[in-house]
């Protein structure tokens, strides 16, 4: 039975003095084989999941009931209750009605809202490795209890409070929670009672939430959730409102003008009413009814739906977006700087060519981290230590690694794992086996090589440096190169071949890989070198293709060499024979403004580090460029947080790179980076469809109200009706634009700058011209129903649903501002459909239930009616389709002339 105290957890500040086997011993757990499942199942009952706990969320009937303090609302209801002391119980109903299903509509609205921001951030969950039942496993992080045993690597966030029982060169960043800058180097020995112990001096702690930057270590996790340094921090914390978008400040200004507009409009309504002796509490009804339909209140709300729907969309395409204004930035990306390995080729390593330091030259066949496959070298097949010379060097390239291989399936680095499947197809698998691993240099981007210190297992017990990297690092490291089974000194023409031969693997596509061992770091002994392939995803060049074609410049950033890095863009369509490729050392010898001017031509960079990335980022911007940034190392972030777009890989990809990162591929892929700027560019041209709607009905019911008053005809709309016509403007219908499925040729617009207006000249004549159309059509309804000059409910109802059919053809044409309605399927919006019909059902139900016949104060009609109401509202609908049909035409005539004009200057040429 587990004790009391083992089953409670450590503050930081005790643990960081207590040795690490008495930490395992007091939270009863094994520093090998960890807890087991039976362990961790008792433990859960007592401390709970490894998550903070929000305050308790506001209950739904007070946040409807909250809808009842916008102003408008409130002096809708002082209307009514002004209704009822004048004993007009009938207006004050059917007020109160409206009110509801007003309220009603702007509640649905904010709650989806409120869900999908919130369904936004479950799209990243952290994880973790630990040790469970004594093997390393890989799951959520809020799975974890105290006493489970965690690893941490490079890269790695750190997933709760542990006490480090192992740290081999370890740093990590504490900046969010210390503000120190500088990342804390960590120890696993224990700190002395003596000692300041603030949580900067906890050496042997790692904290939950910070940030592992170089090296591995493991510990025992001593505190979780709430119970966490980082829960102390929390608990103080209060919610903050999320920033706004651009594109939300933007809806937010263009509502309070528009606001404003009709606020003086409808002062003018009111006056003129007013002085031509209408009654006052009629006309300010009216009056307080249209500024309930005419502000665009919903305009915000509508957005930050449409945005976190597009979102969600995204995610279903591979592509997490972690904040709602990259959605914006997407459209106006003109630059992508990608990673060559992993993003746009498979990161499958596979080793086809080895070449030894004496001249030995062998093939490789099989692919898979397997043993299928041979080594071939002069038809004979490489097996145990036939060929010393090619053994040497897999056993370098095995000795100097960490990855490991289980039945086919790799934990570690592809290319690692492409040198033990060598060692598996040769016959031995076990040769790291021999050494005993004394010290460790993880491979260092700016150093571009990987070095392990190694005593031999041997009587003799030698110290050995296994190195593997960058051909022309290591020559520098060089004195010998190894030669049948002896070393030889390495001259200046024995070092040209040596890089000829990397040039030649180079040219081919290949990755090159070199090896060297020795006594010393700077007296090694080269040994060889391994060509590695790998090959480009499925797909990537046709999408290159369009983007470039779209005005996306594509360029490839990459460690590999020159030949290398050529041969791989040449391949993937993104450089051509004689283009222009620039080094990293080229880049560190030129200062931004001499970058500038030549890196719009340069399409592959090759020896480059993530440092230089951040480099390339500034000279884009500086160009006027917006710029999408790949990466996924830890030195990545720098880079990825510049960049206007930082893109990180969800498979490959570190914690720290995906904190940096605005957006995540799940899947590694090239490919969706390409969805995701259709998904941007789509979701950028429903908010303008939907723009363009709600401006003109808005436009429409206060020109159809203030020209009836201007021309002393009785209002063709009453109070309730006019709120019904705003719960269309900002209801379902409007919505459904913006859930248009993304055209497929917007891919391949040109990206949008990043300052155009969502309000265009051509959006505002749209808007003009529907509105126009919408109330002529419906004044001469009124007009002609009011033949007799008597206004009659028959009179009203006609008027009133002229007024909602036009607004339904006006959102069908809507759907697009270039295409006609039938080529982007008229059926292909499914959520439109089902609003537009919910909507005329609605309409139906107002004209023919008798209880709702009271409230909205209309008849039922004929047939005939509807008939001719179709016919007539229709015509906003023909107009609009016809003008796009026009401008269409124009704009394949003027295509025509610019290609034809084309072929003429070439024939010229």
């Not at 957890?9 to 207590?18: E, G, P």
């Not at 498979?346 to 060519?353: A, F, G, I, L, S």
């Not at 010379?389 to 592809?414: D, F, H, M």
């Not at 830890?634 to 969800?650: C, E, H, K, T, W």
Request: net charge neutral.
């Amino acid at each position: 039975m587990v004790q009391e105290d083992m089953m409670s957890f450590l503050k930081s500040s005790k643990a960081s003095q207590m040795s690490c086997d008495e930490v395992a011993q007091f939270l009863d757990t094994d520093l090998r084989s960890g807890l087991s499942s039976v362990d961790v199942d008792s433990r859960r009952v007592v401390h709970g999941w490894n998550e903070f706990e929000i305050a308790e969320e506001e209950p739904l009937w007070k946040k409807y009931l909250g809808q009842f303090k916008d102003p408008l609302i409130l002096l809708l209801l002082a209307s009514a209750f002004v209704s009822i002391c004048m004993r007009q119980f009938d207006d004050a109903v059917s007020i109160t009605v409206a009110i509801i299903i007003v309220v009603t509509v702007a509640f649905v609205q904010e709650y989806r809202s409120e869900k999908s921001l919130e369904a936004l951030q479950q799209l990243v969950p952290p994880k973790c490795h630990c040790v469970r039942n004594g093997r390393l496993e890989t799951f959520l992080a809020r799975h974890l209890v105290p006493g489970d045993i965690v690893h941490l690597s490079i890269g790695d966030r750190v997933p709760a409070d542990i006490r480090l029982s192992e740290a081999v060169d370890l740093a990590i960043d504490e900046s969010s929670f210390t503000g120190e800058t500088q990342p804390a180097n960590k120890t696993s020995v224990t700190i002395g009672n003596n000692k300041s112990n603030g949580i900067t001096h906890r050496k042997n702690t790692a904290f939950m939430g910070t940030l592992v930057r170089c090296g591995n270590g493991k510990g025992i996790v001593i505190g979780i959730g709430e119970n966490s340094e980082f829960g102390d921090i929390f608990k103080m914390m209060q919610a903050e409102e999320a920033p706004k978008t651009p594109l939300q400040k933007s809806m937010d200004t263009l509502g309070k003008q528009l606001s404003f507009y009709s606020f003086c409009i409808i002062g003018v309504i009111m006056l003129l009413g007013w002085v031509q002796g209408r009654h006052l509490l009629d006309m300010f009804t009216i009056g307080v009814s249209l500024a309930v339909a005419a502000i665009p209140e919903g305009l915000p709300i509508v957005v930050t739906v449409t945005l976190a729907i597009g979102v969600m969309r995204m995610a279903t395409r591979k592509a997490i977006v972690k904040k709602l204004p990259i959605v914006e930035t997407l459209g106006c990306v003109n630059v992508i700087c990608s990673d060559k390995t992993g993003t746009l080729t498979k990161n499958e390593m596979t080793v086809t060519q080895i070449s030894t330091a004496d001249g030995l030259h062998a093939e490789v066949s099989g692919v898979g981290y397997n043993e299928n496959g041979d080594v071939i070298y002069n038809n004979e097949t490489v097996r145990d230590n036939t060929h010393p010379s090619i053994t040497k060097v897999i056993e370098v390239g095995c000795v100097c690694n960490n990855a490991e291989i289980n039945t086919g399936s790799l934990r570690g680095q592809p290319t690692e794992g492409a040198m033990l499947a060598v060692a598996l197809k040769m016959n031995i698998p076990n040769i790291r086996n021999q050494y005993i691993r004394k010290q460790e240099w993880p491979f260092n981007p700016d150093t571009k090589m990987m070095a392990v210190l190694c005593e031999t297992k041997s009587d003799r017990k030698e110290d050995v440096y296994f190195v593997k990297g960058a051909l022309e690092k290591l020559l520098q490291r060089c004195t010998q190169y190894y030669y049948r089974g002896a070393p030889l000194p390495l001259t200046a023409a024995q070092e040209q071949n040596f890089l000829y031969e990397a040039s030649r693997m180079g040219v081919a596509g290949l990755r090159v890989l070199a090896m060297a061992c020795g006594s010393s770091m700077n007296e090694l002994m080269y040994v060889g070198m391994v060509g590695i392939i790998d090959p480009p995803r499925p797909g990537v060049r046709e999408s290159i293709r369009t983007l470039i074609a779209s005005g996306v410049s594509i360029k490839m950033v990459t460690g590999d060499a020159e030949e290398t890095a050529a041969a791989i863009g040449s391949r993937l369509g993104l450089h051509a024979v004689g283009g222009h490729t620039l080094s990293g050392d080229q880049i560190d010898q030129m200062d931004i403004a001499q970058l500038q001017r030549v890196i719009n031509l340069v399409t592959v960079f090759y020896r480059a580090t993530p440092r230089h990335k951040h480099k390339i980022v500034k000279a884009l911007q500086n160009n006027g460029s917006i710029v999408g940034m790949t990466g996924d190392g830890v030195n990545d972030a720098v880079a990825l947080r510049s960049a206007d777009i930082g893109i990180a890989m969800g498979k490959g990809g570190t914690d720290v790179c995906k904190e940096a990162a605005d957006m995540i591929l799940v899947d590694d892929e090239f490919c969706t980076i390409m969805s995701a700027i259709e998904e941007g560019k789509g979701i950028f041209y429903n908010i303008k469809n939907f723009v363009r709607f709600q401006l003109s009905t808005s436009i429409a019911a206060l020109s159809l109200i203030a020209l009836s008053t201007m021309m002393q005809l009785p209002n063709p709309l009453n109070a309730m009706q006019i709120l019904w016509i705003n719960i269309i403007m900002d209801g379902p219908p409007a919505q459904s634009l913006g859930v248009e499925p993304v055209d497929k040729d917007v891919i391949r617009q040109p990206p949008r700058r990043l300052k155009d207006p969502i309000i265009t000249r051509r959006l505002l004549i749209n808007v003009v011209i529907s509105a126009v159309i919408i109330v002529a059509g419906t004044l001469w309804v009124f007009w002609r129903e009011m033949s007799d000059n008597k206004i009659t409910p028959r009179d009203t109802t006609m008027t009133f649903t002229c007024f909602v059919f036009f607004d339904m053809f006006n959102a069908l044409s809507s759907r697009s501002q270039s295409k006609s309605v039938f080529t982007i399927g008229l059926f292909s919006n499914k959520m439109f459909l089902l609003a537009v019909g919910g909507s005329i059902i609605g309409q139906l139900l107002v004209i023919y239930f008798p209880p709702l016949q009271a409230v909205f104060q209309t008849e039922a009609l004929y047939l005939t009616d509807f008939l001719f109401l179709t016919a007539l509202t229709s015509s906003v609908f023909v107009v609009m389709e016809t003008k796009k049909l026009i401008e269409r035409t124009i704009e394949k005539r003027k295509s025509l002339v610019r290609e034809s004009k084309y072929y003429e200057d070439m024939d010229m040429v």
